[in-house]
């Protein structure tokens, strides 16, 4: 099990801005997982770093600024309340859990170029 695709978005806002990174979760023939558990990091905002936490859903997702409905295996962790003066935060992460299968964080793959700043899977910037 491993990460498949990391997906960045944001949402602004008055003098705030959330970011929020869409993780994807595969098996090893490279199959949306759900009910994985995917813990990580996020680092760059004011102050220190906040974890975060989230559970891949069966349901797909649309990612209406790619134009794009991509199957299930996903969920998403997001940090708010970034003031404007900060204009990228970096979301990592630390490990994946599930009842059958074991992380293999050396299988991290992001295939496509859906974030300004490329992601090796394991880590990706949210820019604003
Ligand atoms: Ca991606």
Known sequence: MHVGDLVPLTDIGGKF???????SIHDALDRGIFGAIVSGRWDGASGSA???ECTTSSQSVNFGHLNEIREGGW??????GIPK???SVTFTVQNVSHSDLLYVQGDNHDPDGDS???SDGTSITVTR
């Open 17 to 23: 801005w959330t970011a929020i990174a869409y993780v």
């Open 50 to 52: 906040q974890e975060a």
């Open 75 to 80: 969920c998403s962790v997001w940090i708010e």
């Open 85 to 87: 003066k900060i204009s």
């Open 116 to 118: 300004i700043i490329a």
